[in-house]
């Protein structure tokens, strides 16, 4: 075995720190590559990654999304270039839109734009970390603030420290065929959520095709990752029905008729009567109906869950479909079953 693919993992962002440092120790020895610190409603990301950064030496760290509107542009090049200092080099930035009902529904800021604003905010970025003064004129930022619009005393700065990297690496999360194309394009990661490796080429090959034809070289090539839930064992097939409830989650609830990301995406990789019947149950309060609706067939194409030799087949798939890492959610009751996971994940890996 060993198919070359690096494993990450989202944290708890419910939890305690201390208690969260002690796990990610853990798991860097037995093979992580890379912790993901999510961003929702809770704790900032920020937080935590600093402490993380101070008690961990090699594994990296990345921000599990930081949302685009929570932040201006230069603030979050600030923040990016303070944890890669913190981590010695080790940050990784991941961005999204997230959603209307985190941004408009807790923040109070209208969603709008995503992809305007997300490429502006990435230009803003690497302009900072390069200290250049910041001088950008773009459709939703405008730095400094134009005299029209405020009290005409801005003038273009940069930033004061020297960043450890004027390029930290950018993930973006994604789905729509656009907003994959501009990920595709200026990003050096891209992370989909709901990966089906034996569909991914039919659902996003022609926008990855498309911004990897104006992508600067000097980015390298495009990091696919993977999200995919892993179980692995003799006996697991039954956690396979603990991962319908997120997946009905995200297909039937996060936004409404018509305006559901999630809901496109399971259209796309052909689920369009499924997908209806799965968000009008939903929509409905009868979610364990809803979960109960998702097909099988989904379920397992989008999950590492089964023996260890079927575990390692999927993997393979994933790896041949363009995957580089695997940024599991491992189905354990406690630290040390999601260690030995990732051990056993990691062999095979290789």
């Not at 590559?33 to 990301?45: G, H, K, L, R, T």
């Not at 690497?126 to 405020?150: C, F, N, S």
Request: some cysteine; aromatic content about 8%; proline content about 5%.
């Amino acid at each position: 075995m060993g198919y070359n693919v690096r494993i990450g993992m989202g944290l708890n962002y419910s939890g305690g720190f201390a208690e969260t440092v002690e796990e990610v120790a853990d798991l860097e020895r037995a093979g992580l590559d890379i912790a993901f610190v999510p961003e929702a409603y809770s704790f900032d990301a920020v937080s935590q990654l600093g402490y993380l950064a101070a008690k961990t030496s090699t594994i990296q760290l990345a921000s599990g999304i930081f949302q685009i509107y929570t932040r201006t542009p230069s603030l979050t090049a600030m923040t990016a270039a303070g944890l890669d200092f913190v981590s010695d080099g080790r940050f990784v930035m991941g961005i999204g839109a997230s959603g209307p009902q985190v941004i408009e529904g807790f923040h109070g800021v209208k969603y709008d734009a995503p992809l305007g604003r997300t490429r502006e905010v990435v230009e803003i970025c690497r302009q900072v970390w390069r200290r250049e003064k910041v001088v950008h004129d773009g459709k939703y930022y405008q730095i400094p603030l134009p005299a029209e619009k405020g009290t005409g005393l801005g003038k273009p700065l940069k930033l004061i420290n020297h960043p450890v990297r004027e390029r930290i690496p950018i993930i973006i999360a994604s789905l729509g065929p656009k907003n994959v194309a501009l990920t595709a394009e200026i990003a050096e990661g891209w992370e989909p959520i709901f990966y089906y490796p034996e569909k991914a080429a039919d659902v996003w090959g022609e926008p990855l095709a498309a911004g990897k034809a104006k992508r600067d070289p000097e980015l390298g090539e495009l990091d696919v990752y993977a999200s995919p839930v892993l179980a692995i064992g003799d006996d697991v097939d039954h956690m396979l029905d603990w991962v319908r409830p997120n997946i009905a989650l995200y297909v039937g609830g996060m936004g409404a008729k018509g305006k559901n990301f999630y809901n496109d995406l399971a259209v796309r990789y052909g689920y369009a009567k499924e997908a209806e019947t799965i968000q009008d149950l939903y929509l409905a309060g009868k979610k364990e109906e809803a979960a109960a609706a998702v097909p099988d067939e989904l379920v397992r194409a989008v999950s590492l869950i089964g023996p260890e030799s079927y575990v390692a087949e999927r993997v393979a798939a994933f790896a041949e479909s363009g995957v580089t890492a695997l940024n599991v959610t491992p189905l354990a009751a406690d630290r040390a079953g999601r260690v030995a996971l990732i051990e056993k994940l990691r062999t095979i890996c290789g």
